[in-house]
């Protein structure tokens, strides 16, 4: 082998190897930034998919805000309907026992008050009190149940009270006290059944 020829095959392998080398060095290189990339990737997708997942809990929270702001609102209108309703009902319901206090069936349930009180006080003082606008009817009252009755001075609409002093004992007949009753424990019911 002369020396060119030498020197050629030595350029040849040197070649060869610096290639070599230089394509392990490149897919070396290749194989970091192509793992660097999957990683990226998969990172990328990860923070995607949190994001995403945020921004979903983020709509829900709001969505249900909203639905609890919308759902108070609806029963605050609710509430204020059924109380315009309920004092409505009760107005009537005030007209009607008014119209109720002219009938004689009025006058027979005032006689029938002041006899169940008589007869519950027993031998206890008791003092019957009738409402002011029943004044005009004192001397039938008192004609028919043979008691003495005392005009009261708080209005209490009609019917009657009792008070059986010795024993602590009112007995009350009022129209205000049922009416204030009923008003108390009115309650509207929704279609399944639930205030």
Not at 142 to 148: K, N
Request: charged content about 35%.
């Amino acid at each position: 082998m002369t020396l060119e020829e030498k020197i050629a095959h030595l350029q040849s392998s040197s070649m060869e190897q610096a290639r070599a080398e230089g394509n392990a060095i490149i897919d070396s290189h290749r194989e970091r930034l192509e793992k660097e990339l999957a990683d990226h990737k998969k990172e990328s997708m990860h923070q995607s998919k949190l994001r995403i997942m945020e921004e979903k809990t983020k709509a829900k929270l709001a969505l249900n805000q909203a639905r609890a702001k919308f759902q108070l609102e609806q029963r605050r209108r609710r509430g204020k309907v059924q109380q315009e309703l309920k004092d409505k009902i009760f107005d009537e319901a005030k007209q009607l026992v008014a119209e109720y206090m002219k009938t004689e069936a009025y006058d027979e349930f005032l006689v029938k008050c002041i006899r169940q009180a008589e007869k519950y006080a027993g031998d206890e003082l008791v003092t019957i009190y009738i409402n002011g606008s029943d004044e005009a009817k004192r001397e039938e009252l008192e004609e028919l149940t043979g008691v003495s009755l005392t005009v009261s001075e708080e209005d209490f609409i009609g019917g009657v009270r009792a008070v059986i002093s010795s024993r602590n004992i009112l007995i009350d007949h009022s129209f205000r006290t049922q009416l204030r009753d009923e008003y108390e424990k009115f309650l509207f019911l929704g279609g399944d059944g639930v205030a």
